[in-house]
């Protein structure tokens, strides 16, 4: 399991879990799970999204075996979902993508 930031840079990496143990069990007893969970991990403060006056905090995005977390996004599980939920599932998998990039990268 490993996280990585939008430069393709990896931040962090587990590794050393059975192959058989969920994504979602590996993470939940993971330091950066842990941490998560009880608002300690050091992220950076929230920023301003550009062009809008809204106000985001720095988040990781996961698949459907992860927590939904303050800090942990995911897709709206089903298959029927009205059009504003395949469309935030569409985006999120977009950034989730960077983190698949980031992978192929490290492989060249």
Same mark, same amino acid.
């Given at each position: 399991?490993?996280?990585?930031?939008?430069?393709?840079?990896?931040?962090?990496?587990?590794?050393?879990?059975?192959?058989?143990?969920?994504?979602?069990?590996? *993470?939940?007893? &993971?330091? @950066?799970?842990?941490?998560? $969970?009880?608002?300690?991990?050091? =992220?950076?403060?929230?920023?301003?999204?550009?062009?809008?006056?809204?106000?985001?905090?720095?988040?990781?995005?996961?698949?459907?075996?992860?927590?939904?977390?303050?800090?942990?996004?995911?897709? *709206?599980?089903? &298959?029927? @979902?009205?059009?504003?939920? $395949?469309?935030?599932?569409?985006? =999120?998998?977009?950034?989730?993508?960077?983190?698949?990039?980031?992978?192929?990268?490290?492989?060249?």
């Amino acid at each position: 399991m490993a996280t990585c930031d939008a430069r393709y840079c990896f931040t962090t990496i587990s590794i050393g879990s059975a192959g058989s143990e969920s994504d979602g069990g590996i *993470f939940s007893r &993971s330091r @950066l799970g842990k941490q998560l $969970r009880d608002h300690s991990l050091p =992220l950076p403060a929230p920023k301003y999204m550009d062009g809008t006056p809204l106000m985001l905090p720095y988040v990781f995005v996961g698949d459907e075996a992860f927590p939904l977390m303050t800090n942990l996004m995911r897709p *709206f599980p089903g &298959s029927s @979902l009205d059009s504003e939920k $395949r469309i935030f599932n569409y985006r =999120l998998t977009s950034a989730f993508g960077q983190f698949l990039r980031a992978t192929w990268i490290c492989r060249l």
